[in-house]
């Protein structure tokens, strides 16, 4: 798998579906944290997801320690709002864990401030928008590492 799409304490079904259905066409590992915002077999996840939902590589975890404990010395980047450098500008590497925070809140405060070197943003360019929609953001960062990865 080239790459690993990371959410953490995901909250609106259709935004994971959605994120599940680009996991798939891109080849790349799907980690869903909890506690969630839906529960697993809602239907707006399935209709999303369509029927390629049991065809997914996911791996689920029942909280944050569960995440990190489980991969230990994996390679991980960080995405936020607050991040200090472009997505662009992340070393992307096959089996690197790409991290996203949830759609209220995006990723807690602690890991922003333990991984702040590890923490990159993509840009906005209108001051009027704070945030991008979490599966538009998985999709850019997502598909920017496998063009790097020359993987397309």
């Known amino acids: 798998m080239p790459l ?36 697993i077999d809602d239907t707006r996840l399935k209709r999303a997801g369509l029927d390629y939902w049991q ?6 975890y029942e909280n944050i320690e569960e995440f990190f404990d489980k991969n230990k010395g994996a390679n991980m980047v960080f995405l936020s709002s607050h991040g200090s450098k472009t997505h662009w500008e992340i070393p992307f590497e096959d089996d690197m864990f790409i991290i996203f925070g949830k759609e209220s809140v ?40 496998l063009k790097q990865l020359n993987e397309l």
């Open 4 to 39: 690993n799409i990371v959410l953490i304490e995901p909250e609106i079904p259709n935004n994971t579906g959605n994120i599940g259905r680009l996991a798939l066409a891109s080849g790349s590992k799907l980690h869903l944290v909890k506690p969630f915002g839906f529960e």
């Open 55 to 60: 065809h997914l590589d996911i791996l689920y």
């Open 106 to 145: 995006g990723l807690p405060k602690d890991i922003i401030a333990n991984f702040s070197k590890k923490t990159y943003k993509i840009p906005i360019y209108n001051s009027n928008v704070r945030s991008l929609n979490l599966a538009n953001a998985v999709g850019i960062v997502i598909y920017e590492g």
